[in-house]
């Protein structure tokens, strides 16, 4: 298969909700030669929002959701671990997580596996992670920049508690924060007063190494 067979396998593994598919499609693409981060962005992600849209229509329920997350993991998790490493650490912590009443983990998980393919050390504390363990964490590991991630417009107001929990604990003006996840906006950082926001993987690579003012 050539990528752009690779790339369309992809994705149709994500709408057939096949996970043994979705891995076989990563493993091919890998042995292929075709870019591990493409495969997440161009292949892998369109399938998923696809299912999203559906499933807002009413054209999908729950547990084909659950399916077609299923499936993303798995095939997200064989590229993660492809992605290309930079040669050098930078040297800064990051701690990142899904904010506390919110299980949706892959694009936090994609954009951990960015962070630290740049050079990042990520503590990745998981998914429906509360601020006081976010605050905790921060405590013990000192991070440069702590990342939270929402999806659901229910649960982003616990990136604003985090931003007064961090002040709470005297810690605030010694970190960083980001914010990431669908409903959330770089009018949402400004509004809550996070440091930076970012839209995809990519783009968070590129704001925590500019809050951490590495290059
Ligand atoms: Co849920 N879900 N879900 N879901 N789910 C959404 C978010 C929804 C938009 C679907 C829809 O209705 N169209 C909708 C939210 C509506 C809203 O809040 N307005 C929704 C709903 C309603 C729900 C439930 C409530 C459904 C129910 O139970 N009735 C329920 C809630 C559970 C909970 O959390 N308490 C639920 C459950 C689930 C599953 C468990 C089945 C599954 C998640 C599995 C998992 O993650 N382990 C799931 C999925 C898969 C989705 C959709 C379809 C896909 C999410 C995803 O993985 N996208 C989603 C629809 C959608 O987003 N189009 C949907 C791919 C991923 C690569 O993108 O996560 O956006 P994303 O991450 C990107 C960027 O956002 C950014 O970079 C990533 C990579 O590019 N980013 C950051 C993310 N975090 C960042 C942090 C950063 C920086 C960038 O710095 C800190």
């Given amino acids: 298969m050539g990528e752009q067979e690779i790339l369309a396998a992809a994705k149709k593994a994500i709408l057939d ?19 591990p981060v493409a495969m997440v962005e161009k292949g892998f992600v369109p399938g998923i929002q696809e299912i999203g849209d559906l499933f807002d ?11 077609a997350a299923d499936a993303m993991k798995a095939g ?3 590229c993660e671990a492809a992605f290309p490493e930079t040669a050098s650490k930078t040297k800064k912590k990051v701690i990142m997580a899904t904010v506390e009443g ?16 740049n050079g990042f050390d990520v503590y990745n504390l998981g998914r429906d992670v509360t601020v006081d363990t976010f605050v905790e964490k921060a405590k013990e590991i000192q991070p440069d920049v702590i990342g939270s991630s929402a999806l659901l417009t229910t649960t982003m107001g616990h990136q604003k508690d ?11 003006d010694k ?7 669908a409903p959330t906006s770089q009018e949402w950082a400004d509004k809550i007063g996070a ?4 839209e995809n993987a990519a783009e968070a690579v ?10």
Avoid: M, N, W
């Fill in 76 to 78: 997200t998790e064989i």
């Fill in 17 to 35: 909700y096949d996970v043994e598919k979705a891995k076989q499609v990563a493993k091919e693409g890998l042995d292929a030669g075709v870019d």
């Fill in 57 to 67: 229509c009413g054209d999908v329920y729950l547990p084909e959701l659950i399916l």
């Fill in 102 to 117: 919110d299980i949706h983990d892959i694009g936090k998980s994609i954009v951990v596996s960015f962070l630290s393919a």
């Fill in 175 to 181: 970190v960083k924060t980001i914010v990431g996840g």
């Fill in 162 to 172: 985090l931003e007064e929990a961090l002040k709470e604990a005297g810690i605030r």
């Fill in 195 to 198: 440091d930076a926001y970012a």
């Fill in 206 to 215: 590129a704001k925590v190494k500019k809050l951490c003012g590495v290059s």
